[in-house]
Nanobody, 124 residues
Framework: QVQLVESGGGLVQAGGSLRLSCAAS????????MGWFRQAPGEEREFVAA????????TYADSVKGRFTISRDNAKNTVYLQMNSLKPEDTAVYYC?????????????????WGQGTQVTVSS
Protein backbone atom coordinates (compact mmCIF):
# COMPACT_ATOMS: atom_id res chain seq x y z
CA GLN A 1 0.00 0.00 0.00
CA VAL A 2 1.28 3.44 -0.93
CA GLN A 3 -0.09 6.78 0.17
CA LEU A 4 0.76 9.85 -1.87
CA VAL A 5 0.59 13.51 -0.87
CA GLU A 6 1.21 16.27 -3.41
CA SER A 7 2.32 19.80 -2.59
CA GLY A 8 3.77 22.84 -4.31
CA GLY A 9 0.83 23.98 -6.38
CA GLY A 10 -0.25 27.61 -6.54
CA LEU A 11 -0.86 30.65 -8.70
CA VAL A 12 1.87 31.77 -11.08
CA GLN A 13 2.09 34.11 -14.03
CA ALA A 14 2.65 32.81 -17.53
CA GLY A 15 6.32 32.17 -18.11
CA GLY A 16 6.93 31.39 -14.47
CA SER A 17 7.95 28.20 -12.72
CA LEU A 18 6.66 25.87 -10.04
CA ARG A 19 7.99 22.67 -8.52
CA LEU A 20 5.52 20.06 -7.40
CA SER A 21 6.43 17.42 -4.86
CA CYS A 22 4.81 14.10 -4.11
CA ALA A 23 5.72 12.42 -0.83
CA ALA A 24 5.07 8.70 -0.63
CA SER A 25 4.67 6.45 2.35
CA UNK A 26 5.97 2.92 2.42
CA UNK A 27 9.38 1.31 2.47
CA UNK A 28 9.29 0.12 -1.13
CA UNK A 29 8.98 3.49 -2.85
CA UNK A 30 12.03 2.72 -4.96
CA UNK A 31 10.15 -0.18 -6.55
CA UNK A 32 7.30 1.98 -7.85
CA UNK A 33 7.00 3.66 -11.19
CA MET A 34 5.82 7.21 -10.55
CA GLY A 35 3.73 9.44 -12.77
CA TRP A 36 2.18 12.85 -12.91
CA PHE A 37 -1.22 13.50 -14.46
CA ARG A 38 -3.38 16.59 -14.67
CA GLN A 39 -7.04 17.43 -15.07
CA ALA A 40 -8.34 20.78 -16.25
CA PRO A 41 -11.94 21.84 -15.58
CA GLY A 42 -14.32 20.02 -17.88
CA GLU A 43 -11.54 17.85 -19.27
CA GLU A 44 -10.42 14.27 -18.76
CA ARG A 45 -7.35 13.54 -16.74
CA GLU A 46 -4.26 13.40 -18.95
CA PHE A 47 -0.75 12.06 -18.68
CA VAL A 48 2.05 14.54 -18.02
CA ALA A 49 5.23 12.63 -17.14
CA ALA A 50 6.51 9.38 -15.66
CA UNK A 51 9.74 8.03 -14.24
CA UNK A 52 11.17 4.56 -13.71
CA UNK A 53 12.24 3.00 -10.42
CA UNK A 54 15.77 4.29 -10.42
CA UNK A 55 15.05 7.47 -12.35
CA UNK A 56 16.98 6.39 -15.40
CA UNK A 57 14.02 6.45 -17.74
CA UNK A 58 11.57 9.29 -18.10
CA THR A 59 8.81 10.04 -20.55
CA TYR A 60 6.71 13.14 -21.18
CA ALA A 61 3.57 14.26 -22.91
CA ASP A 62 4.36 16.24 -26.04
CA SER A 63 2.62 19.28 -24.57
CA VAL A 64 5.15 19.58 -21.74
CA LYS A 65 8.31 18.19 -23.33
CA GLY A 66 11.20 20.60 -22.93
CA ARG A 67 9.41 22.59 -20.21
CA PHE A 68 8.72 20.05 -17.46
CA THR A 69 11.17 17.71 -15.74
CA ILE A 70 10.26 14.75 -13.58
CA SER A 71 12.75 13.45 -11.03
CA ARG A 72 12.80 11.37 -7.87
CA ASP A 73 14.75 11.03 -4.67
CA ASN A 74 14.28 7.48 -3.40
CA ALA A 75 16.05 8.29 -0.15
CA LYS A 76 13.34 10.86 0.57
CA ASN A 77 10.45 8.85 -0.92
CA THR A 78 9.63 11.84 -3.08
CA VAL A 79 9.00 12.51 -6.74
CA TYR A 80 9.16 16.00 -8.23
CA LEU A 81 7.78 17.81 -11.23
CA GLN A 82 9.72 20.93 -12.15
CA MET A 83 7.54 23.08 -14.38
CA ASN A 84 9.12 25.94 -16.32
CA SER A 85 7.79 28.33 -18.95
CA LEU A 86 4.29 27.76 -17.68
CA LYS A 87 1.34 28.58 -19.91
CA PRO A 88 -2.30 29.29 -19.06
CA GLU A 89 -3.20 25.96 -20.65
CA ASP A 90 -1.14 24.22 -17.96
CA THR A 91 -3.79 25.23 -15.45
CA ALA A 92 -5.16 22.06 -13.85
CA VAL A 93 -5.22 19.89 -10.78
CA TYR A 94 -2.02 17.86 -10.83
CA TYR A 95 -2.04 14.31 -9.49
CA CYS A 96 0.77 12.04 -8.49
CA UNK A 97 0.40 8.31 -9.18
CA UNK A 98 2.32 5.15 -8.36
CA UNK A 99 2.39 1.59 -9.58
CA UNK A 100 4.49 -1.47 -8.85
CA UNK A 101 5.36 -1.94 -12.48
CA UNK A 102 8.56 -2.90 -14.25
CA UNK A 103 7.92 -0.48 -17.08
CA UNK A 104 7.14 3.21 -17.24
CA UNK A 105 3.39 3.72 -17.54
CA UNK A 106 1.60 6.50 -19.37
CA UNK A 107 -2.08 5.68 -19.04
CA UNK A 108 -4.30 6.51 -16.11
CA UNK A 109 -5.90 3.09 -15.64
CA UNK A 110 -2.52 1.37 -15.20
CA UNK A 111 -1.72 3.18 -11.96
CA UNK A 112 -2.98 1.72 -8.69
CA UNK A 113 -2.28 4.55 -6.26
CA TRP A 114 -3.19 8.21 -6.46
CA GLY A 115 -2.72 11.38 -4.45
CA GLN A 116 -5.43 13.92 -3.75
CA GLY A 117 -4.10 16.47 -6.24
CA THR A 118 -2.70 19.98 -6.06
CA GLN A 119 -4.05 22.98 -7.96
CA VAL A 120 -1.84 24.81 -10.42
CA THR A 121 -3.19 28.04 -11.89
CA VAL A 122 -1.29 29.98 -14.54
CA SER A 123 -2.49 33.50 -15.23
CA SER A 124 -1.99 35.24 -18.56
Amino acid sequence: QVQLVESGGGLVQAGGSLRLSCAASGRTFSMYVMGWFRQAPGEEREFVAAISWGGGKTTYADSVKGRFTISRDNAKNTVYLQMNSLKPEDTAVYYCAADNSRVVLTTEYEYDYWGQGTQVTVSS
